[in-house]
C-alpha cells in the first residue's frame, strides 16, 4: 500500500527542494505530497546534521524528522477519501475519474523519531508549489519519488511488549524504494536516537533496533539498485525504440525485472569471455523483445554491446538486429524471431548439458553443470514446434531447463481471449514439467527469487515458471495493450512514462552504480572452473582430451579426418566392383564410422530410425535414465527435432547433430532449417527419399521443388550424391563446414557404384567423372545428380557409340561448385560448348544457370504418382532414352 504523508517546510527544507521526500516504513511507502484540503499530518525537520556527523558523502545529506504529529493514536487509513464520499479509490483510478489530485492517503502515528538519507538529483519532472514547500510526481499508484529517503527505525516510548509497534522496518519489496537514489550507505554511527529517559530496558530495545537498522539499511540499498536497475533496462528499451522509430518496446518494460533478477542474481557467466563453456545460457525465445537481451547485456558489462550499439538499434551494421542473432552479437546464444523456436533451441542446449555431463561428470569432479534459462510469451506458446520441443524435454527430464512464461495476455491482435484460452500450466504439468506460478511479475521480485530457487532445486523435470506481467509497465496509457507490442510508445507517452515511474534522466542514461556487476565475478568463475578443468585433466586424461575437442572444435590431436581425410580407416571407398545399394544404406555406414572418431556427433530421426537408416550402431539411445548414449529419439516432431539440433550446435563448437526425416518432410521444418542457415549452425539433415524414385507412396511423399528451394536458401548446403565415394564426400563436407548445415538428399532405391566419382570430386561441388573428349571440346556435356547421375552415364555410353564426345559431370552441390574459381568452372563447363543438357528428378528450375539458353533441362515439373519407381521414371521421361533424343535435338 501507498501512504502520503505532508511534509511542511522548515530550515532545511529549501536545501533538498528539489526532490520529493519519501520514506519507507512499516512496509508502506511514504512520501511527500501536497493535500487537497489543507494539513492531514505534520513532520518537523531538524537542522542538517550532515556537517556535524560527517555520515555521507556530500551528494547526500541525512536529516532527522522530529516528528509526526497527527492523530492521539496509532492508526491507519489505507485509502484515499474523496471529498464528497466515503468510498476508498485507488489514487490512480481517482485521478482517471475526477481529473484532479486525490486526497493524502492520511497516517497518523504517535511522536517519534528517525533517521532518513536522501539523495538529490536535478528532477525536471517535478513541479515545484509555492507556500508549501512542496514538490509534486503526477498523480499515480505507481509513480515514485525520485529522491530517497528510507526510514531506519525510531526509539519509542511505549512498553516492552509493544517491540514491533516499535520499529519501522524498511520494506523487503523494492516497491516502497526511490527510484533516483544512486546509493544508500549506512553504518552504525549514522544511527542517533533520542531516549528522553527511556527505562534501561527501553534503552537496550533501541541498541538491538539500531543493529538490526543497520543490516535493513543494507537491503533496502540492495534493493533500491534493483529498481534502478530494472528501470534502465525499462528506459534502454524505451529510449532505443523511440530513437530508431521501430520494434518492441512492450515486452522489456514487462520482463524487466524478470530478466535482471535473472543476469544479475542467478546466472553465472563472464561478460569479457562470452563464450566460456560452463556459463549459464539465456534463450530469449520472444525474440521481438531482444532490447531486453541488449540492455541486459549492456548492464552486465560486454564489450559487444555498448551505448553507441544500443543508440543504433536496428541501424545498418549494427550490433543490435531487430531480433537476437548470435553471429552478431557475442553473449547472445541463438537467432530468435520467428516464435517458438528459441524455446526448442534451449531444449538442446539443456540436451546437450544433460548429455555432456552424463559422459564427463566424476563423482569428484562434476565440471559439465550449468543451468538453461529461457523466457517465451503468449506467441511462443501458440506455435506448435514450442509444444513438440517441450514435450521432449518433459520426456527426458532435462531438469537444468527453466522456462520463464510472460503470461501478459496480449498478443498483436489484442487480447489473447481471442484465440488463446487454454490452461498453460496444466499442459505443461501434462508434458513432465514442473509448474510456478507467479502472479505479479511487475514487482513481486521475491517471489521471482523464490520460483527460480524452487525450479532449481528440482532435478528430474524442467519447470516452467509462469510469470504474470503487464505488457508496457509504466505507460500510463499504453501498458497492458496492443499497442505498445510492436512499435515506439511516441514522445508524448515516453515523457508520461517516465514521470510516471521517476526516472529524470535523458536518454540512454545508465546511472554508474547498475554498471558492470559481473565483470570481476564472471572472471573468477571461470578461472575457478578453470582450475577445476586442471584437476579433472590430471586425473581423467582421454576424457579430458575428448571434452576439450568437444568445447573448442577441434578433433583430437592425431584425428586421421583431419590429417589423413582420404583414410580408409575413416571414410568408407568404393569401387564399381562394390553392390549397388541406396545411399540411405551408405550414409549409415559412414554414419558409424564417423562416430568412431568424432566425439561430438549424436543425433537421430523423426521417428524413421529404421528407415533413414540413421543409428549408430555402437551407442544406446539418449533417455532421461541413459543421457550419455548419443542415438536421440525424437519421435514425430519435424520441426521441433531441427530446432533442437540447432541448439545442440550452439552449445559446443563440437558438437556436430544430425537429425533425419523424408526429404518431402523437411516442409515441416522448413523454419528451423532456415534458423541453421542464418544463424551459422553446422547441422547435418539427413533426408532420404529423396525423389519419385520412392515410388508407391506417391506425391504426398515425393519431393519435387524441394532440391531448388534449397538451392535458393543462403548459407546452406544442398548435396545430393549419386553413390558411395561421393555419400563419403558429402559427409566430409558436412562434418568441416561447421557454419553452414548440410542437407543429404539420400535414395530409397539401389544405385550402382560410378566409375569417377570421389570424395575430392564432392568437395568442389561438380567435376567431371567421364569424358572422351580432347582439348576441353567435348561435343555434348551431360549434368546429373544422385539416382540421375547413372542415367546420364549411360546415356553418355550411347552416344559415344555414335562417334560423339561426351562429358558427363556429376554437379553434386550447386553452392560448393559456385564457390569454385573461373578457370575451374571452366575446366568443367567450357563456355564455347553450348550443347548441354541436365537431368535430375525434380524441378527444372535454376538449371537454366548451367545449362544456358540452348540448352535442355530434363525434370518433374508436375507433382508424382503412386506406381513401382521405375514405371514412374519411365511416365515421366527421366531416362536414357530421353537424354540422347534430347542430345539429338540439339
Not at 499497442?483 to 515511474?501: I, M, P, Q
Not at 577441434?554 to 545411399?583: H, K, M, W
Not at 549419386?722 to 562434418?735: I, L, P, R, S
Request: charged share 20%; hydrophobic share 40%.
Amino acid at each position: 500500500m501507498f501512504v502520503r504523508v505532508v511534509v511542511f517546510s522548515t530550515g532545511i527544507w529549501k536545501d533538498i527542494s528539489s526532490s520529493a521526500l519519501q520514506i519507507s516504513a512499516m512496509g508502506v511507502k511514504w512520501e511527500t505530497r501536497a493535500d487537497a484540503e489543507g494539513e492531514v499530518g505534520k513532520v518537523e525537520i531538524e537542522d542538517n546534521i550532515c556537517e556535524s556527523e560527517k555520515i555521507l558523502c556530500d551528494s547526500h545529506c541525512i536529516v532527522q524528522v522530529k516528528s509526526i504529529t497527527g492523530a492521539k493514536s496509532p492508526r491507519l487509513i489505507t485509502g484515499t477519501k474523496t471529498p464528497s464520499s466515503s468510498s476508498f479509490y485507488r489514487g490512480q483510478d481517482y485521478h482517471k475519474k475526477t481529473k484532479k489530485l486525490p486526497l493524502s492517503w492520511k497516517c497518523y502515528w504517535p511522536s517519534r523519531s528517525l533517521f532518513i538519507s536522501t539523495q538529490v538529483p536535478p528532477n525536471p519532472n517535478l513541479e515545484r508549489r509555492r507556500g508549501g514547500g512542496i514538490e509534486d510526481m503526477a498523480a499515480s499508484s505507481t509513480a515514485n519519488a525520485s529522491g530517497a529517503i528510507t526510514g531506519l527505525a525510531v526509539s519509542s516510548r511505549s512498553s516492552p511488549s509493544a517491540s514491533h509497534a516499535d520499529r519501522l522496518a524498511v520494506p523487503a519489496s523494492a516497491a516502497g524504494l526511490a527510484l533516483g537514489a544512486r546509493s544508500l550507505v549506512a553504518s552504525s554511527s549514522s544511527l542517533r536516537f533520542h531516549q528522553h529517559g527511556l527505562p534501561r530496558i527501553a534503552a537496550r530495545r533501541a541498541i538491538a533496533v539500531k543493529a538490526a537498522a543497520v543490516e535493513t539499511l543494507q537491503t533496502a540499498a540492495a534493493e533500491a539498485l534493483v529498481e534502478k536497475s530494472i528501470n534502465t533496462i525499462r528506459f534502454l528499451a524505451i529510449d532505443a525504440v523511440e530513437k530508431a522509430n521501430s520494434g518492441h518496446p512492450g515486452l522489456p518494460m514487462g520482463c524487466a525485472p524478470i530478466g535482471h533478477i535473472l543476469y544479475d542474481e542467478v546466472m553465472r557467466y563472464n561478460p569479457k569471455n562470452p563464450y566460456w563453456f560452463n556459463r549459464d545460457r539465456f534463450v530469449l525465445s520472444a525474440g521481438h523483445g531482444c532490447m531486453l537481451q541488449y540492455a541486459l547485456l549492456h548492464l552486465a558489462g560486454y564489450d559487444s554491446v555498448k551505448i553507441e550499439d544500443i543508440q543504433q538499434f536496428r541501424q545498418w551494421g549494427s550490433r543490435t538486429p531487430g531480433h537476437p542473432e548470435n553471429f552478431e552479437t557475442p553473449g547472445i546464444e541463438v537467432t530468435t524471431g520467428p516464435l517458438g523456436q528459441g524455446v526448442a533451441n534451449a531444449v538442446g542446449l539443456a540436451l546437450a548439458e544433460r548429455h555432456l555431463a552424463a559422459r564427463f561428470n566424476k563423482p569428484d569432479n562434476e565440471i559439465v553443470d550449468h543451468y538453461t534459462y529461457v523466457i517465451l510469451g503468449d506467441g511462443c506458446q501458440m506455435e506448435g514446434i514450442a509444444n513438440e520441443a517441450c514435450s521432449l524435454a518433459g520426456h527426458w527430464g532435462l531438469g537444468k531447463l527453466i522456462a520463464l512464461y510472460d503470461d501478459n495476455h496480449i498478443s498483436i491482435d489484442g487480447n489473447t481471449e481471442i484465440a488463446f484460452t487454454e490452461d498453460v500450466s496444466a499442459r505443461f504439468e501434462a508434458l513432465g514439467w514442473h509448474t510456478i506460478w507467479v502472479k505479479n511479475g511487475n514487482t513481486g521480485y521475491d517471489d521471482l527469487r523464490a520460483a527460480i530457487k524452487e525450479a532449481k532445486a528440482v532435478k528430474d523435470k524442467p519447470t516452467l515458471i509462469k510469470v504474470t506481467t503487464t505488457i508496457g509497465f509504466g505507460s500510463p496509457n499504453k501498458a497492458n495493450s496492443y499497442s505498445v507490442h510492436g512499435s515506439a510508445l511516441g514522445a508524448k507517452e515516453v515523457d508520461a512514462t517516465r514521470l510516471n515511474l521517476g526516472w529524470p534522466y535523458e536518454p540512454f542514461h545508465v546511472p554508474e552504480e547498475v554498471k558492470n556487476h559481473h565483470i570481476p565475478e564472471g572472471s573468477a568463475l571461470e578461472a575457478k572452473w578453470n582450475a577445476k578443468f586442471a584437476e579433472y585433466e590430471k586425473k581423467y586424461k582421454d576424457e579430458a582430451a575428448e571434452l576439450k575437442s568437444i568445447i573448442s572444435g577441434e578433433l583430437p590431436a592425431g584425428n586421421v579426418f583431419i590429417f589423413n581425410p582420404n583414410a580408409l580407416l575413416l571414410l568408407q571407398t568404393y569401387t564399381t566392383e562394390s553392390p549397388a545399394d541406396a545411399t540411405r544404406n551408405l550414409s549409415q555406414q559412414n554414419l558409424n564410422a564417423l562416430a568412431k572418431v568424432l566425439p561430438g556427433l549424436l543425433g537421430g530421426s523423426a521417428d524413421l530410425a529404421s528407415s533413414n537408416m540413421t543409428l549408430l550402431k555402437m551407442f544406446g539411445d539418449f533417455q532421461k535414465g541413459t543421457p550419455e548414449e548419443r542415438n536421440v529419439r525424437f519421435g514425430v516432431r519435424e520441426h521441433g527435432m531441427g530446432a533442437i539440433c540447432n541448439g545442440i550446435a550452439f552449445h559446443s563448437p563440437g558438437l556436430i547433430p544430425y537429425c533425419a526425416t523424408f526429404f518431402v518432410f523437411t516442409d515441416y521444418m522448413r523454419a528451423a532449417m532456415r534458423i541453421s542457415a542464418l544463424s551459422e549452425a553446422g547441422v547435418i539433415y539427413v533426408m532420404t527419399h529423396d525423389s519419385i524414385g520412392l515410388g508407391e507412396d506417391g506425391p504426398t511423399h515425393q519431393p519435387i521443388e524441394h532440391l531448388i528451394s534449397f538451392r535458393a536458401m543462403p548459407n546452406i548446403l544442398m548435396l545430393r550424391p549419386a553413390d558411395g565415394n561421393e555419400t563419403a564426400g558429402a559427409y566430409k563436407v558436412a562434418v568441416l563446414n561447421k557454419k553452414r548445415p548440410s542437407v543429404l538428399a539420400l535414395s530409397r532405391q539401389k544405385l550402382a557404384q560410378l566409375a569417377g566419382t570421389s570424395i575430392e570430386g564432392v568437395e568442389k561441388g561438380g567435376y567431371v567423372i567421364s569424358d572422351n573428349s580432347s582439348g576441353n571440346k567435348p561435343d555434348l556435356i551431360l549434368i546429373g545428380t544422385g539416382s540421375e547421375l547413372e542415367i546420364a552415364a549411360k546415356a553418355a555410353d550411347e552416344l559415344r557409340k555414335e562417334g560423339k564426345t561426351v562429358r558427363v559431370v556429376s554437379l553434386v552441390c550447386w553452392e560448393l561448385f559456385d564457390e569454385q574459381t573461373v578457370e575451374y568452372k571452366e575446366s568443367v563447363f567450357p563456355s564455347n560448348v553450348t550443347a548441354r543438357i541436365s537431368i535430375e528428378a525434380g524441378a527444372t528450375l535454376g538449371w537454366e544457370k548451367y545449362v544456358g539458353s540452348k540448352g535442355k533441362a530434363i525434370g518433374i515439373d508436375r507433382f508424382g504418382a503412386s506406381a513401382p519407381a521405375g514405371r514412374i521414371y519411365k511416365e515421366f521421361g527421366i531416362t536414357a532414352e530421353n537424354i540422347i533424343a534430347a542430345a539429338k535435338s540439339l
